[in-house]
C-alpha cells in the first residue's frame, strides 16, 4: 500500500487502514487542532465585520463541503448550471483555479465555445467548460473580483461559486454543502490530522445540505442530532455515457461491458471510481491512482501506455476532470473517457429552496 492511500485511509477512519498511518495522523492530532481553531477565528472576524465582505448585484449560489476529497460537489455545480440555465438565467461558474496573482481571471469558458485546456485552466473548470461549452467558467485567486468580472464584462446574472463554503470574502446568498454519505467527516479530525478543512459545527452555516452516495440514511440520522431543522438531500453520482479523447460521446454507459481496461485517476474518492466501472462490469485490470487534481506530464503518457500494453487490456479508462489534462497525452492510444452526472433525489424541491433563497429577495 502507497504512503497516500494508507494516509487516506487513516484519514477516513477506516479501521483496517495501517498502523503506521494511525499512529501518524494521531500524532497529528494538535496540529489539526491548531488549524481547527484558526478555521473558527477566521469565520468570526468576517461574521463581526472586521474583515471586509464583497456583495455583487446578483445571486451568488455556493455549492461547497467541509472534507477533502471527492463529494459529487463538482458534478452538483454542473447540475445547478445546467437547471439555472434551463431557466432562462445566465449563470457563471466562479472557482479558485491554481495559481496566478489575486486580480489574475482566466476565462476558462466564454459561454460562446471559446475553451481553454488543462493546463493552464483548473480541471475542473476545463471539465464544465467543455461539457457545457455555453456555460460561463472564470477562475481566481480573488473570487469576488472574478465574480464582479463575471457580471460587468460577460452579464451573467448569476453565481455558482463551486467550492465557496469556506470562502467568506464573498457573500453568498444560498450555501449547499455537499457531503459523502458513506463517509461524511472521516476520522472527525481537521486536517492535517483528518480530512475535515473546519470542525463539523460549521454545517450551521449551510442553507441545505446533499448527501451524496451510501448510507445516506445514516448521515442523515447523524446531522439531524446536530443540526434538527437543516434541509437535507440525497444524491448519488450516476454514469452517463462515454467518451473519446476529444470529448465526443462514443456511446453509452453499457459499452464497455466486459471491457478490460487500465483505469487511471486523480481523485479526491478514487475507490468512488472503481466502484462504479465494477458495476458496469468492467475489469479494471490495473488502476493508475494519482493525488486529486494530479498534474500530468509525458512521462506519466508513457507510463499508462505501457501499462496497456503489458496488460493486453483494451483501452485506458479515465475520468471526465482528468481527461481534460490527459487528452493531449494519449493521442495515439485507445482511450476513453466516463462521463458522470449528479442524479438528485427530490431535486425540485432543491431546485425551489435554491431560487426562493437566491432570487425572491
Known sequence: ????????????????????????????????????????????????????VSKIPVPVISIGNITLGGTGKTPTVAWLAEKLALKGRKPAVVSRGYGGRPKDVMVVGDGKGRLMDAPPAADEAAMLARRYPGLLVLTGAERSF????????FEADVIVLDDGFQHMA?????????LRGDC????????????????????????????????ADRTRENIQSLIPDIPMFTGHLEPDAFLDSRGEITGAPDELKGARVVAVSGLGNPHGFEKMLESLDIEIVVHHEYPDHAHYALADGVRLVASLQKAGADFILTTEKDAAKLSPLLREAPFRVLRVVMKIDDEMNLAGLIEKSAFSS
Not at 37 to 42: D, L
Not at 146 to 153: C, D, G, N, P
Not at 170 to 178: C, F, N, P
Not at 186 to 215: F, H, M, Q, W, Y
Open 1 to 52: 500500500m502507497s504512503f497516500r492511500s494508507g494516509i487516506l485511509q487513516a484519514w477516513e477512519g477506516n479501521p483496517s487502514s495501517p498502523a503506521w498511518s494511525r499512529v501518524l495522523t494521531r500524532s497529528l492530532g494538535p496540529l489539526g487542532s491548531l488549524y481547527g481553531a484558526v478555521m473558527a477565528r477566521r469565520r468570526r472576524r468576517y461574521e463581526s465585520g472586521k474583515a471586509g
Open 146 to 153: 472574478v465574480a464582479k468580472k463575471a457580471v460587468e464584462e
Open 170 to 178: 464573498l457573500h453568498r446568498d444560498v450555501d449547499v454543502v455537499a
Open 184 to 215: 461524511p467527516f472521516g476520522n472527525g479530525k481537521v486536517v492535517p490530522a483528518g480530512v475535515l478543512r473546519e470542525p463539523v459545527s460549521a454545517l450551521r452555516r449551510a442553507d441545505a445540505i446533499l448527501i451524496t452516495g451510501e448510507c
